[in-house]
């Protein structure tokens, strides 16, 4: 006879949405990943054997353009949440500062960044005529909106 000490007691626990297919069980292990479990313990939840978990790494470097489809596709269900925020944010601060950097930070993001390069353009004066340094002095002095530089 078996030892009763040994055996189960009740009902065995039912793994509810158990993965059936080898796609289902990579999808639910990159879930998993992508969920904050290191990738061997993903590999494990995801219903593979621990034995096998040295593949995890492999499997994930292998798929790696699914899992950034993924990875993108959770991030862009949080935009339309965090833009909200950042609206919001500019719309209530009670510093000014604040309100500026949310307001900068949306434009920025709409791709209408001021921009952050200044182009320096250099002439050789020693080889300019004298009235060709006063017509240029004149010509930057109303690019900056100066009046009666002639």
Do not use: C
Not at 2 to 15: M, S, V
Not at 79 to 89: C, G, Q, W
Request: aromatic share 6%.
């Amino acid at each position: 006879m078996d030892n009763p000490a040994k055996r189960p007691r009740g009902r065995p626990k039912l793994i509810k949405n158990i993965p059936t297919t080898p796609s289902d069980r990579l999808e639910l292990f990159m879930e998993f990943y992508i969920d904050g479990l290191p990738s061997k313990d993903a590999w494990i939840k995801a219903g593979y054997s621990p034995e096998t978990s040295y593949q995890s790494n492999s499997k994930l470097r292998e798929h790696w353009k699914y899992l950034e489809k993924l990875i993108d596709q959770r991030i862009g269900s949080h935009v339309p949440m965090a833009l909200a925020r950042v609206v919001e944010i500019m719309s209530t601060a009670k510093s000014d500062q604040t309100r500026l950097l949310a307001a900068k930070d949306i434009l920025d993001r709409a791709g209408k960044k001021a921009p952050t390069a200044i182009n320096i353009t250099q002439k050789d004066t020693e080889a300019m005529a004298d009235t060709d340094i006063d017509a240029e002095i004149i010509q930057l002095a109303k690019k900056i909106g100066l009046k009666d530089v002639n």
